[in-house]
């Protein structure tokens, strides 16, 4: 789990550990959670902090059978309102990260049978008041489709979750309630495959 937070980073990891599977979580901070495998420190944005991180988890736990990217930066802003510099910083957490994780583990993920590679979207259309963050959203779209393109054959399933409100325990957009999406996509048999689960908030 790349992304470690309270909400859906947590929730995940909790869902996938209920089952007996041994979880890491990477954060920027390290995270504090008693029932996972092992806790990492890494930012997203750091490519070699990121890989290293990853080494970590592959060297204790074995190439992964499931990867869950749910880094964001989940800010509002209009066309012309962040620098160049800003809208790079944006795309590196939104997509750039996914990116660095595909590619250092989805290889061996193939080569060892497939599994599963999800991302966290978001935005499902577009919003003026919103512009890194629709942009980001529709490139990790993009990330999804090329990373089936490119190792679906070989049994990894790439897909992601977009969710429709606000993450809040107790609401129909509940953590715990979103995780369940999750491990839905990755018990998902290959020829039912989707890419793509918006979650509405209603189950």
Known sequence: MIGAGPGIGQAVGRR???????????AR?????????????????????????????????????????????????????LTLREQYDAWAVNVGGAITAAAHVAPAMAANGGGSFLITGGMPETKPDYVSLSLGKAGVRALVSLLDQTYG??????????????????????PDRIAEAYWTLHQQPRDQWEQEVHYTGIM
Request: hydrophobic share 50%; glycine share 8%; charged share 20%.
């Open 153 to 174: 054959a070989d049994g990894l399933h790439a897909a992601s979750v977009t969710v429709y409100g606000s993450v809040a325990p107790g609401t129909a957009f509940d």
């Open 29 to 81: 901070r390290q995270p504090v959670a008693a029932w996972a495998t092992l806790t990492l420190a890494a930012d997203s944005t750091d490519e070699s902090a990121l890989r290293g991180a990853l080494d970590k988890v592959v060297a204790e736990l074995g190439t992964p059978d499931v990867v869950v990217y749910n880094a964001a930066k989940i800010a509002a802003d209009r066309i012309g309102e």
């Open 16 to 26: 996938f550990a209920r089952e007996g599977w041994p979880v890491a979580l990477i």
